[in-house]
Structure formats: C-alpha cells, structure tokens
C-alpha cells in the first residue's frame, strides 16, 4: 500500500521559472540599497528567469511592463521586492490573473517597511539581501492553491429574530430585493413602542408585510433546528407549528433582541417613576409633562450597569422632552455620560436646548420631592426637585443556547451570541455567511439596533450579488496519516473539521478560514496548508538564519 | 546576531510595516517570517529555528482576545510555552524564545521586544548550538 503523504518541497511541481521585480519605490528604496546588488542576488537563484528594477510596482505603466514581462511561457510565478504584502497583496494577485497566471503564486518581499525605512544603508542591505533569499526560497515552494467549483447561490435570506431588528432587517432585505423569511421563536415579532423601532408602528408594519406579500415570509412560534451547508447553500431545518420544514437560503442573519423587564428602581419612586420607553410614547403622543423631570441613567449602586448606552437615549430624550415642552426642566443624573458616533450632535443640541446633566458617582438620596445627590467636583450636597423619574429601560437576554447549538456560533460567557473582532467584521458572526445583529448579540460598534439590522442585511446582500467560490488558503487532511485524534475537531474555532465517513479527519474547504491552527497542533501532522506548509516555514527559516539545516 | 520573528498576518505583521513607515529603529539582525495567523506556529518551527542557530526568537500576534480567527494567539501562546519547556530540558534558555501580543497601532512593542531579546541574547551570549558549529 502506498502511503500518501503531504506534498513537500520535494513532491511539488518544480517551478517553470520566477519572475523577480525589484522596486525602488521612487528613490524610498533605492536611495538606501543599491538595487543592483540585490538583482546580481536574485539572478545566482536557479529558479530565476527574469530580473527587472522598477521605478514603482504599483503605478499603472509599471504594472504594464510587468504584465509584458509575465505573458511569456518561461515564468509561472513572480516575486516583488518592494513595500508590505498588506499594501500590494491585491493589486499583484490581480496582475497576476490578468496575466494568465495562478494568483496564488506570488509572492513579495518586503525590502521597504522591514529595511529601506528602519535600517542605516548597509544594514539595510545587508538584510534585503536576506529577506531576498527567503522570498526566492518561499516563492519557488509555492504551489496553487485549489478553487473548488464556484456555488451557485441562493439568494433567499433567512431572519433569525424576536424584536424590532429582525424586522429592520427584513425591510432592509425586502429593499434590496431578496426573498426573505423570518423565525420568530415567539407568537409575535413586533411590539408597539419598542426601542429601536424608528418609524415602526403597527399599521406600517402591517403594511409593510401586506406590500411585500410572498417576499417576506414571517413564521411564528417556530425554532431553528438545524443549519447545515456553506454560505450561499444553506440548508436550515425549521420546527414550525405545522411540523418540521425545510428551507435553503443563500444568508442567514441572526437579529435576536433582549427582552424588556421591570426596572427594579421603579418600586422605589412608586407612579412618579417610567421607563425611557414609556416617555417615548407619552412624547409621541403629545401629553402633558410635568415641570421637573429628572432621568436616572443608573443602576441600584449608582453604575451604568442595566445597559452602558442607556444615557444615548436620555441624552435624546431629553431633547426631545425640551423641545416638545420648553417649560420643562430636564436633568440628567449620572456617572458618565456615552455620546459615541452620531450621538456627539445630539448630546451638543440638548445641552444647548437646557438639559442639565449632573455627575454623581453613588446613588442620589431619594426625598420626598427631590433627589440629594453630592456632587463630585463642587463637593457640596445638590438637590434637585422632582415631578417624573424616568429610568432606564431594562432588559434580559433571552435563552439562546438552543439557537447557538444549532447555527454553530458560540455564545460569550454572558450568554450572548459571540460576534468576531467588531472593528474587522461589525455586523457578522463566526459562521461565515451567518451575520449578527440585535441587542442579544455581543456588543459591537454600539451603532444602534436599526443601523446594526440595515448594515446586516446589506453585508448579507452584497455576499448573495455574485456567485462564491470556496477553496483559497485551506487546510486540508492527507488522511492516511490521520489517526482520527479529534485534536483538530475540538481546536479549529469555525467547526470546518469533521470525522468523515472513513474514520478520518476531513476539513469542509467551505468552513475554513484558513488561519492554520489545527495544522500546528495535528500530532500526527496529517493536515498541511496549501501556502504555508512546514516545509516551507522551514526553508524560510533554514534562508533566514545563513542556509543551514 | 541572529533573531527571527514569526508575525501573523494580521496585527504582528502591521505592526512592524507601520515602525518602518514611522522611521523607528530596531537591529537589522532581525529576520521577519510571516504565518497566516501564530496559531499556525509548530513547536517545531520554534526548535528548527534555534537548531539552525538562531540567537532568539520572537512570536509576534495580537492582543489577547483581539485574534482575527478568534483564539490562534492563544493556542500559540501555550506551543511557545511548551517549546520553551523542551529548550529547558534539553539545557537551552528558554528565554531565546519570547511570545509578544501587539496591536497593529503599537509598533514601539515590537521595536521593545527586539530591543529587550537583542539586549538578552547580549547577555547571555551567542547560542550554543551556535558555537558548536563554528
């Protein structure tokens, strides 16, 4: 029997002869590093066909004389000494399929970032000479990376949801013209007077789902069961009340909000007390305020636990409070005041309107007709009459550990949906293709609910407007030498790997990410990936420290 | 002097793009070798590296908690750990072999940390797989 093991240095395809590109990166480069020198470097490597110094890589003519060079049979791959691969990475993988060549084989050395700007002249050679080596070593061990078929999608999405963002989310939806359904695991998926829902009310909500008749599709009291596939080709198996279903969808955005509760402050102020909530709706619809209305945006021990944005919405309506009843005094009573984004206008226009916001680092003292608060920087007791204590609108997240289960996306420890770096993905989860947004989600860029459900239903749109392709930088098993450990199911953080139906490892090209963990932990180091095989990681280190073994 | 630093892709990477671009200075002894993410990293990478007769070795990735595949720094973290262990038992010091966590904003850490094993590997001396081989 033979074994089949990982390609290697060895196994893979010799290469037909590499490119090299040396940019001086008008004079950034080449007025610390002779270029000659390192193309004299570049032409001893066996593998090299072509050596060319450029004026700058990036520039539209240069590019032109660098697709010239590529188009004959002699190269099938190149390499660039110039700026970082993040900077230029794209552009030469473009130039790369534009010229007939596999994208996958380019490589760059960065000659600019890590010596022209750091090192004095002859260090900086010295080391552009070695980071050279590298490249040439990894650039000749580079083999394609496989391109599975390209999936045709479906451009159904499927809303996960309870609340007003779900909603949000199908308007936005139904707007960018996809056929949309909505999960709702309760009997009914609005509110009136719910927060977040800006220009919801139930007529035009009402409307909304008559308009969009056979395009959106709400189903109530049902649970998402299940949630198999890739982005494009999801199949999800749904509990409804009529028995199980099942549904394909080219998206899935989850949109589950918390749950509206009792403050438990309100006992404590009796009928002078309402929620942010309940002052919206008596604003809009216009009754009487009385004269000193005095917003609370903490919890029992003076924090701003029950939800860090609160004081956005007591900001606003405080404004809007002003503005409806100029006689009113508005007060604001808290630690610290979040006005993050668009919010900065709004806390300048209610401070210009007259809202007084008062700092206090503990809960006031609570008086009959007034609250005692001591201020922080007068140091001095400050009491405040009022009529109305309006508290922060309070919520619990819902249970979603069934849901998390079963679209494989963990929860935080708090028990919300867990969500990838905010500031690189806002408005998706781990799963790729299933996107987050709603208050039940792990905080993000605090943009708001409706901004949130727009921003994730235009993301999961714009991923539905062209066919996907899987493959790229992957992991994958040579199963052979898998010993079906489960170290890789348990460790690779996106579920890809699987035991398949031989006994063995198989990693699903749709799932990875292609970030190598499992490759590193495998003891039996049965997976290998397509760019950064140990070998190759190897070889670049074997360069780096003067060619020994 | 030989140093080697293994960056991930992400935050370790533009990290030492942006101290070049900010002018800073670190020794040119330092070799950068960029992984997909560090929990991409082999224990194994780390021994070949002092095998071939590298002086010390950084493993640069993000901030904890801050990886763009979630936990990746960490499980590097533990390898870089067990690494550490076997150049212990095999009679190395371990503190040839340092894990950094950075964002791509902190370019003074790296510089720090090239600064802090460079002064290191002065202190202790070349390798001595390295004066074996000589």
């Known amino acids: 029997m033979t074994v089949l093991t990982p390609p290697t240095h060895s196994s893979i395809e010799a290469p037909k002869g590499v490119a090299v590109f040396i940019c001086g990166c008008r004079g950034k480069v080449s007025s610390k590093i002779r270029l000659e020198t390192l193309l004299e470097e570049a032409l001893k490597h066996p593998s090299v066909g072509s050596v060319e110094i450029m004026e700058e890589c990036c520039c539209p003519e240069d590019m032109d004389r660098m697709r010239l060079s590529l188009s004959t049979d002699e190269v099938d791959r190149f390499l660039v000494a110039g700026c970082s691969w993040h900077s230029c990475r794209t552009k030469f993988e473009k130039l790369a399929e534009s010229s007939g060549l596999d994208s996958s084989l380019v490589e760059v050395c960065n000659i600019k970032e890590h010596c022209a700007l750091v090192h004095e002249p002859k260090q900086a050679e010295e080391k552009a000479m070695r980071l050279l080596k590298v490249s040439l070593a990894r650039c000749d061990s580079l083999q394609p990376t496989p391109r599975l078929r390209p999936r045709t999608v479906n451009r159904t999405i499927l809303i996960i949801g309870n609340g007003s963002t779900a909603l949000t989310a199908a308007r936005e939806a139904f707007a960018l013209g996809h056929e949309t359904m909505i999960v709702c695991p309760g009997d009914e998926l609005f509110r009136t007077g719910e927060e977040g829902a800006i220009g919801l009310d139930d007529a035009n909500v009402n409307k909304f789902l008559k308009d969009a008749e056979g395009k959106v599709t709400l189903s109530t009291s049902s649970v998402l069961r299940s949630l198999e596939g890739a982005p494009g080709e999801f199949r999800a198996v749904i509990d409804t009340p009529l028995g199980d279903t099942e549904i394909n969808a080219g998206a899935v955005i989850l949109a589950m909000d918390e749950e509206p509760a009792e403050n438990p402050l309100a006992s404590i102020f009796g009928d002078k007390a309402m929620t942010q909530e309940e002052l919206e709706r008596r604003l809009n619809s216009n009754s009487k305020m009385p004269g000193d209305v005095v917003m609370l945006a903490m919890d029992m021990k003076g924090e701003s636990a029950f939800d860090p944005m609160s004081t956005h919405e007591a900001v606003h309506n405080a404004l809007f409070l002003r503005t409806l009843n100029p006689r009113t005094r508005s007060t604001i009573i808290t630690r610290e005041v979040f006005a993050l984004g668009q919010c900065e206008a709004g806390y300048r226009k209610s401070m210009e309107a007259g809202t007084r916001i008062v700092r206090s680092d503990g809960f006031p003292e609570v008086l009959e007709d007034r609250l005692v608060v001591k201020d922080p920087v007068l140091g001095e007791d400050v009491a405040i009459p009022y009529d109305l204590v309006v508290l922060d609108n309070v919520r619990t997240l819902p249970d979603l550990e069934e849901l998390a289960r079963a679209v494989k996306v963990p929860l935080t420890a708090e028990g919300r949906l867990k969500r990838p770096n905010a500031k690189l993905k806002p408005s998706e989860s781990i799963r790729p293709g299933v996107f987050l947004c709603g208050t039940a989600g792990e905080r993000g860029l605090g943009i708001g609910p409706t901004l949130e459900a727009r921003s994730a239903a235009a993301l999961a749109s714009g991923m539905l407007r062209s066919d996907l392709t899987s493959g790229g930088e992957v992991a994958e098993v040579w199963q052979d030498l898998c010993s079906a450990c489960l170290t890789c199911v348990r460790t690779c953080p996106y579920g890809a790997p699987s035991i398949g139906v031989e006994g063995k490892a198989e990693i699903k090209m749709d799932l990875c990410q292609g970030c190598g963990v499992c490759v590193g932990i495998c003891p039996s180091k049965a997976i290998q990936m397509y760019s950064f095989r140990d070998d190759q990681i190897t070889i670049q280190l074997s360069q780096a420290l003067g060619g020994r073994r | ?134």
Request: charged share 25%; aromatic share 6%; with cysteine.
């Open chain 2, 1 to 134: 002097m030989k140093l080697v630093a293994l960056t991930c892709s992400f935050c370790g990477y533009a990290a030492t793009d942006l101290a070049g671009l900010q002018g800073m200075k670190y020794s040119s002894d330092v070799t950068i070798i960029r992984l997909p993410c560090t929990g991409r990293l082999d224990v194994k990478h780390v021994l070949q590296a002092v095998r071939m007769g590298a002086d010390g070795v950084l493993v640069v990735g993000c901030l904890e908690g801050n990886c763009n595949y979630q936990y990746g720094n960490l499980e590097a973290r533990k390898r870089v750990e067990q690494a550490k262990g076997i150049m212990k038992e095999i009679g190395l010091e371990p503190e040839r072999v340092e894990m950094v966590n950075l964002a791509s904003n902190q370019p003074w850490r790296f510089v720090q940390a090239v600064e802090d094993m460079y002064v290191k590997v002065e202190r202790m001396g070349p390798s001595p797989l390295n004066k074996v081989r000589r």
